[in-house]
């Protein structure tokens, strides 16, 4: 079975450049979790979705950073404007629901120039 | 905000040495887990573990959970160089997500 999919899986972008991350979780997964993750450190959540609803937001920079998840399935994660800081590595991961264990994809190593 | 401080955040050790890994907060969890992440790939879950004292045995991986479940130690035994990667401890809190520790990136050396 497939695991969570990720693309890319790295973008190089010049700053105030849009950019946007896609993730196409593991069949059967209602929970879906992009996580943010700068080098050396743990993954922080951003956003946690309950098939379509954005249950948990609270650690999205909402001024650019924006995501969907429409149909419940896969998810896309924008940022626009991108700034230096934003570089790190996009991490997404899903589970059979809140609580259950988490499956996490490669990750979309993003810089920032 | 609960927080997760790991140590130590950096380990260098030779092939067939024992080594042990921290986590500790000031917060209670309902459960807590150990990951562990290779460069370019996402954290894979090791143990998880819900009840304070409780003891986890992996091959050569122990896994403890603190009597408060504040805490949380991992102990291997004759570290490989296969073991070499970071390793993250995360705490489930009251609405059940994840908290994630800074990490211990461990190398060991042939």
């Known amino acids: 079975e497939a695991g969570v999919v990720q693309s890319p899986r790295y973008k190089i972008i010049e700053k105030k450049q849009p950019v946007a991350f896609w993730c196409n979780p593991i069949?059967?997964?209602?929970?879906l979790y992009w996580y943010l993750q700068n080098l050396g450190q743990g993954p922080e959540l951003l956003i946690r979705y309950e098939n379509e609803e954005a249950v948990d937001d609270s650690q999205l920079p909402k001024d650019r950073f924006s995501a969907e998840r429409l149909k419940g399935v896969d998810s896309t994660l924008k940022i626009q404007p991108a700034e230096l800081g934003d570089s790190a590595v996009y991490l997404c991961a899903s589970s059979l629901g809140t609580g259950s264990e988490q499956y996490f994809g490669p990750g979309t190593r993003l810089t920032v120039t | 905000t609960q927080l997760l401080e790991q140590s130590p955040q950096f380990l260098s050790i030779q092939e067939g040495e024992n080594l042990t890994v921290y986590c500790n907060s000031s917060?209670?969890?309902?459960?807590l887990q150990w990951y562990r992440q290779e460069p370019g790939e996402g954290p894979v879950l090791l143990v998880t573990?819900?009840?304070?004292?409780e003891v986890k045995k992996l091959k050569r991986l122990t896994f403890q959970f603190g009597d408060a479940r504040k805490d949380s130690s991992l102990h291997i035994t004759a570290a490989q160089t296969g073991d070499t990667g970071l390793y993250l401890c995360a705490g489930e809190g009251s609405a059940r997500q994840l908290t994630f520790g800074s990490g211990t990136q461990l190398t060991v050396l042939p």
């Open positions: 917060s209670v969890f309902s459960s």
């Open positions: 573990v819900v009840t304070g004292g």
């Open positions: 069949s059967g997964h209602n929970t």
